[in-house]
């Protein structure tokens, strides 16, 4: 997509990176959408002041009531909503509301010059807000933007006849020159934004890739002698504080030497695998298994009594000599 040159997307990784800051960006909206609904109440308070009883003070006030109500919809929807893809659509509902919205405003000031120039003013801002508060798909941005643009444009040669010439290549000069610049700020920050959440993401599977193999037998797949010590002495201090009992049940491979000597190594590596496959399969979620020798394993009980203890070493070594040395 012609798009996707501005603001590259993550490929398998976009998912995540939205439903990784959809919290925080619908706080975002959420803080946005609030102030502008107070600074409809503070318009609605001017117009009132300015125009009343004039007509058309009741087609703004019923206009900025509207607007009340879709955007007090719109906060709550922000606070239930779960999903990416809801939360774009619904922002990019509201942004259109908006747009039209100032159009509408636009067509109720026609015969107020100032109001025209302050409602340029407003929407010029409007756009830099879509564009860098709300991080929804970029062409979404740009419609929204695009829209209030156009509004802008059709309303200065059609419905405006107190701006002349001039002024009004002058006005769409400004709103070309500030759509530019907010939609490479925003792609900008937000490609940001996503190669950080890349690296981030990055490091964190490099990080616990690297944790793994220093706790991990690069053969068998167990704990290796110097993770599986530090859970030993992890538990053991546990029932020093709080009696909290435990077994300790080790394993040493008879002739195992043997093996390596008659069928070779490779023999001997897949006996290990073997090995540490049963006892794993047989094992309980809350107990270790690790290797702290060549041939030498233990297996970590914890909250286990020792004639537990016996009962599980038992029923391993049973399916050992059944699976191993049928």
């Not at 706080?27 to 009132?48: D, P, R, Y």
């Not at 944790?211 to 546990?238: H, I, M, P, W, Y």
Request: proline residues 3%; positive net charge; aromatic residues 16%.
């Amino acid at each position: 997509m012609f798009l996707d040159r501005f603001e590259p997307q993550l490929d398998e990784l976009e998912e995540d990176y939205r439903r990784g800051y959809l919290e925080s960006d619908s706080e975002q909206v959420f803080i946005f959408a609030t102030l502008t609904t107070l600074t409809n109440i503070v318009f609605s308070g001017i117009e009132t002041w300015l125009y009343f009883p004039n007509p058309e003070t009741y087609g703004l006030l019923a206009l900025r009531i509207s607007f009340l109500i879709f955007t007090g919809w719109f906060l709550v929807f922000l606070k239930r909503n779960k999903t990416p893809k809801t939360f774009d659509n619904f922002s990019l509902a509201w942004m259109l509301f908006v747009a039209i919205m100032g159009f509408i405003v636009r067509l109720l000031h026609h015969a107020d010059p100032y109001a025209t120039y302050i409602t340029n003013i407003v929407e010029i801002s409007v756009i830099f807000f879509f564009y860098l508060i709300i991080p929804t798909k970029l062409h979404y941005r740009l419609i929204s933007t695009f829209l209030i643009s156009a509004f802008a444009i059709i309303h200065l040669f059609f419905f405006d006849p107190f701006t002349i010439l001039p002024h009004k290549i002058t006005i769409i000069s400004i709103f070309f020159l500030v759509n530019t610049v907010a939609f490479m700020s925003s792609s900008r920050s937000y490609s940001y934004r996503r190669s950080q959440y890349e690296a981030r993401t990055q490091r964190e599977k490099l990080t616990k890739k690297l944790e793994k193999q220093a706790n991990t037998d690069s053969l068998t797949g167990v704990c290796n002698r110097r993770a599986f010590l530090q859970r030993v002495e992890d538990e053991f201090q546990q029932f020093i504080r709080y009696k909290k009992e435990f077994c300790l049940a080790v394993f040493d491979l008879d002739k195992f030497k043997g093996i390596n000597d008659q069928f070779g190594h490779h023999a001997g590596d897949t006996v290990l695998m073997k090995f540490c496959e049963i006892v794993s399969s047989s094992k309980r979620d809350a107990d270790i298994f690790g290797r702290i020798g060549g041939d030498e394993f233990a297996l970590l009980l914890p909250f286990t009594s020792l004639l537990r203890a016996l009962n599980v070493v038992e029923r391993i070594q049973k399916l050992i000599l059944k699976k191993i040395f049928k």
